[in-house]
């Protein structure tokens, strides 16, 4: 899949290990990069296994949760220009190829 980042800061945290080590610690900063890793070898998000992934809410959006560390989620959710919706107007996650990480922390 593809991944985008929601904000700047985002982006420099999950692609600078010296930022992502300082901010969760060496083991969450290196589950961090596997599970971006895990995302970027996926064709959809239902293949993501590791990280215990599970569908939500965030912010009134839906969005798909990834725990990289005990407390510590990592928030992404569709980003495609004409959403891929199922029957009941949700996105439908076997179709979603490209996300947005929205958050990374508790």
């Given at each position: 899949m593809?991944i985008?980042?929601?904000t700047?800061e985002l ?7 010296s930022?992502a ?16 890793s895990?995302i970027?070898?996926a064709?959809?998000v239902l293949?993501?296994?590791a990280?215990?992934?599970a ?5 009134e ?6 725990e990289i560390?005990?407390g510590?989620w990592l928030?992404?959710?569709p980003?495609?220009?004409?959403p891929r919706l199922?029957?009941?107007g949700?996105?439908?996650?076997g179709r979603?190829?490209?996300v947005r990480?929205?958050?990374?922390g508790n």
């Amino acid at each position: 899949m593809e991944i985008s980042f929601h904000t700047p800061e985002l982006l420099n945290l999950c692609i600078d290990e010296s930022i992502a080590d300082e901010t969760f610690g060496t083991a969450a900063a290196e589950a961090l990069r596997n599970r971006l890793s895990d995302i970027r070898a996926a064709d959809s998000v239902l293949e993501l296994l590791a990280g215990r992934p599970a569908p939500g809410l965030y912010r009134e959006q839906h969005c798909y949760r990834l725990e990289i560390a005990v407390g510590v989620w990592l928030i992404i959710a569709p980003n495609h220009n004409k959403p891929r919706l199922d029957e009941r107007g949700l996105p439908d996650w076997g179709r979603v190829r490209r996300v947005r990480v929205l958050e990374v922390g508790n």
